[in-house]
């Protein structure tokens, strides 16, 4: 499965982004999907999560109310919208595949086989 990011750019406190990840290959809908993100000096860290299963959604506290994930597999893709966007939600934001599911392995990154490039996300206040 190889992963393509995009989406990102800059944004004023308040504003939203809306990322993508788009997947190759057949198996997509068999795959769980999640967001992580990276910001300068600080270790990758998980945002959000979905399963192959229908209606089950995985969040970081930090982002529940205010990120949205969801998918189509008819289009092999995963979505990010980020509302109320803050200065802290800037970084660096990777799109994943995982086999396995259930919210105690999607949160993570570990359980990822693979990764997609990386789309920058800034927020200036």
């Known amino acids: 499965v190889q992963l393509q990011a995009s989406g990102g750019g800059l944004v004023q406190a308040g504003g939203y982004l809306r990322l993508s990840c788009a997947a190759s290959?057949?198996?997509?809908?068999?795959?769980?999907m999640g967001w992580f993100r990276q910001a300068p000096g600080k270790e990758r860290e998980f945002v959000a999560a979905i399963s192959w299963r229908p209606g089950s959604t995985y969040y970081a506290d930090s982002v529940k109310g205010r990120f949205t994930i969801s998918r189509d597999n008819a289009k092999n893709t995963v979505y990010l919208q980020m509302n109320s966007l803050k200065p802290e939600d800037t970084a660096v934001y990777y799109c994943?595949?995982?086999?396995?599911?259930?919210?105690?392995?999607?949160?993570?990154?570990?359980?990822?086989?693979?990764w997609g490039q990386g789309t920058q996300v800034t927020v200036s206040s």
């Open positions: 290959g057949r198996t997509f809908s068999s795959y769980a």
């Open positions: 994943a595949a995982s086999r396995v599911d259930g919210g105690g392995f999607l949160v993570v990154a570990g359980s990822y086989e693979y």
